[in-house]
């Protein structure tokens, strides 16, 4: 069926350089990434008949003035926004200017954080809905109400005002069979215009599996959006995918953006093995575990075009890395990043300060144990409670949360965060100053510095990622965040 009804669903205007689809938002220095998952609902949406009109108005360099202008010369009676816990305010002005603007238009909320607090975020904004958790079939049955004027109370995966209350839907079930959606559509998104130190340009992003089943406590996409049960895409699908996405885009590299791509371990041999035998050679990243891979397996995806891996150490400590239930040890770690090396692939490695049990003790332990791994790249940021994970119910639960939150202490102009539970030993400042002292310690060892420079001979994106470690160390010093 084919409906004469427009949806316009985007990622809309905030900083000129902010990711929203990413486990943790964030304001960056020059990394933008492809909104892919909007990418694949709006695709379904095209799919099921609708005129739809994707837009990625971070990477357009739309401010909200001209943003709103582009919905209205549309003229859609369905605006879907992708949202996020830092951009959540500035999102919600954007609701109320469409809806000043066009008369009878329902705007609709996905992403994280609507999606973990749904009756918050529709009594803290003008939003007709929300879209709780996976909503590729939801914005769907949406569109679908919209045009038929009925309302939303028989879609699951919804909450909708109701006169002065919200009302929350049943759950919708996660979408098992991943091959029944169509592909992202990405002739509407500036592709060339996307950046990462980590990615030659132009690159894109490719799904394989979606969810994880890792429990981290910190991490608010399986909890808030794809749950805990991966689910895979057959990897000739994939294989297809990016073959045709290369040649299409004259992509660079690529990165496969699953939460954790190195879950199960066929997948990821059938994939590269299938990447080997169409001669496939574009070189790629990869989120991973360290506790998910073995000698034969790293060939495997280094002779397929892996280069390097993202990593969560999170912690030089032993019981506060079981408190976050990450499920490994320090020993694994050490394993992972020996075989790495032995390979050849280079490693990024994400190490977090400001646990509830933090320590002077703890935090020289997670410094003296990033040195002794050594990964190629390394970053140090202070731990910060999102919305919807047991992070956040643990710490509200104790009473480190306070009842009223301003949302914009998640990000500053300056790409800070502020600190938006109360640390029991450690201010906002004494952990912003730690943190830049463990960005300067790791970085300006000579020892680092010279394989560094060694590195530096063999590319100019390597020459590319040093700037990048070098513009990391000194950034904390730049300015001081504001009361």
Same mark, same amino acid.
């Given at each position: 069926?084919? %409906?004469?009804?427009?949806? %316009? ?27 892919? *998952? ?44 992708? +949202? ?52 590729d079939i939801t914005v769907v049955e949406v569109a679908k109400a919209v045009s038929k004027k009925k309302g939303f109370k028989e879609i699951k995966g919804v909450a909708f005002r109701l006169g002065k209350d919200v009302i929350v839907n049943e759950p919708r079930e996660l979408i098992e069979d991943l091959a029944s959606l169509p592909r992202p559509m990405l002739d509407q998104l500036p592709v060339g215009k996307y950046?990462? +130190? ?19 406590? *910190?991490?608010?996409?399986?909890? +808030? ?21 290369? @040649? ?58 892996? *280069? ?16 976050? @239930?990450?499920? +490994? ?118 020892? %680092? ?35």
């Amino acid at each position: 069926m084919v %409906y004469s009804m427009k949806v %316009y669903i985007a990622n809309p205007p905030f900083f000129n350089k902010f990711n929203r689809q990413v486990r943790w938002s964030a304001k960056t220095s020059g990394a933008l990434h492809p909104p892919i *998952y909007i990418a694949y609902a709006a695709a379904n949406l095209k799919k099921n008949g609708f005129d739809v009109k994707l837009v990625d108005a971070i990477a357009e360099e739309m401010d909200i003035d001209s943003f709103v202008k582009d919905v209205v010369k549309f003229k859609p009676e369905l605006v879907i926004l992708e +949202t996020s816990t830092p951009s959540i305010m500035n999102d919600s002005k954007i609701a109320a200017k469409i809806k000043k603007s066009i008369k009878g238009v329902k705007v609709v909320f996905g992403g994280p954080h609507a999606s973990a607090l749904p009756v918050r975020t529709l009594k803290e904004s003008v939003a007709d809905g929300v879209c709780i958790r996976e909503y590729d079939i939801t914005v769907v049955e949406v569109a679908k109400a919209v045009s038929k004027k009925k309302g939303f109370k028989e879609i699951k995966g919804v909450a909708f005002r109701l006169g002065k209350d919200v009302i929350v839907n049943e759950p919708r079930e996660l979408i098992e069979d991943l091959a029944s959606l169509p592909r992202p559509m990405l002739d509407q998104l500036p592709v060339g215009k996307y950046k990462d +130190t980590l990615l030659s340009e132009p690159f894109m992003f490719f799904i394989t599996t979606r969810g994880c089943p890792y429990k981290c406590i *910190y991490c608010n996409w399986p909890k +808030t959006m794809f749950g805990n049960k991966a689910r895979y895409r057959d990897p000739i699908d994939v294989v297809d995918e990016v073959e045709e996405v290369i @040649k299409k885009y004259d992509l660079k590299t690529y990165k496969f953006f699953d939460d954790t791509f190195t879950i199960k371990r066929d997948h990821v041999k059938a994939i590269c093995r299938e990447l080997i035998k169409r001669g496939i050679n574009t070189p790629w990243i990869c989120n991973a575990r360290a506790d998910k891979l073995d000698e034969e397996m790293l060939r495997l995806m280094k002779e397929s075009g892996c *280069y390097l891996m993202k990593v969560g150490v999170e912690s030089g400590n032993q019981e506060i890395l079981d408190w976050t @239930k990450k499920g +490994t040890t320090l020993d694994v770690m050490r394993k992972f990043f020996k075989l790495t090396r032995k390979v050849g692939i280079q490693t990024f490695a994400s190490f977090m300060i400001g646990y509830p049990q933090e320590s002077d003790e703890s935090i020289k332990q997670t410094i003296d144990f990033a040195k002794e791994l050594g990964p190629d790249m390394a970053q140090f940021v202070i731990l910060q409670p999102l919305p919807g994970t047991p992070l956040w119910d643990e710490l509200e639960k104790s009473g480190m949360i306070p009842k009223e939150i301003d949302w914009s202490k998640y990000i500053t102009n300056e790409g800070y965060v502020d600190l938006v539970f109360e640390h029991p030993l450690y201010s906002r400042d004494e952990l912003r100053e730690i943190s830049s002292k463990m960005w300067k310690e790791y970085y300006l060892r000579p020892k %680092y510095i010279m394989r560094r420079l060694v590195r530096s001979f063999t590319s100019i994106d390597e020459i590319k990622r040093n700037i990048y470690g070098v513009k990391k160390v000194f950034r904390y010093n730049k300015k001081k965040l504001e009361d």
